[in-house]
């Protein structure tokens, strides 16, 4: 029942900046945790960012990332938003909206695919 719809991929520049948002068809009152990982070619899905739902709005963030990448939420649009910024060769990868509801369900976007490149 639950989909999640993922936008704002593309190809940018080293250096450059791109913001991603991912739509849940579920509201935010019943959304945990909702956040970003990413994978490239050959290699593991890592954390990008996380952001739980609720009045602390905590966020965590990869390592990688810090300093660069943030994660906000818009509980009237049930989205989730991430502001991509000094982006990395190394950034080039497939991110993929995560949702892990409060029933215990945990949903995964398509992905989108992010390329990083001169």
């Known amino acids: 029942q639950v989909q999640l719809v993922e936008s704002g991929g593309g190809l940018v520049q080293p250096g450059g900046s791109l913001s991603l948002s991912c739509g849940a068809s579920l509201s935010f009152f019943n959304i945990n945790k909702m956040g970003w990982y990413r994978q490239a070619p050959g290699k593991q899905r890592e954390l990008v960012a996380i952001?739980?739902?609720?009045?602390?709005?905590?966020?965590k963030y990869g390592d990688s990332v810090k300093g660069r990448f943030t994660i906000s939420g818009d509980n009237a649009k049930n989205t989730v938003y991430l502001q991509m910024n000094n982006l990395k060769p190394e950034d080039t990868a497939v991110y993929f909206c995560?949702?892990?509801?409060?029933?215990?369900?945990?949903?995964w976007g398509q992905g989108t695919q992010v390329i990083v490149s001169s």
């Open positions: 952001i739980t739902v609720g009045s602390s709005g905590s966020t």
């Open positions: 995560n949702v892990l509801t409060k029933y215990g369900l945990g949903v």
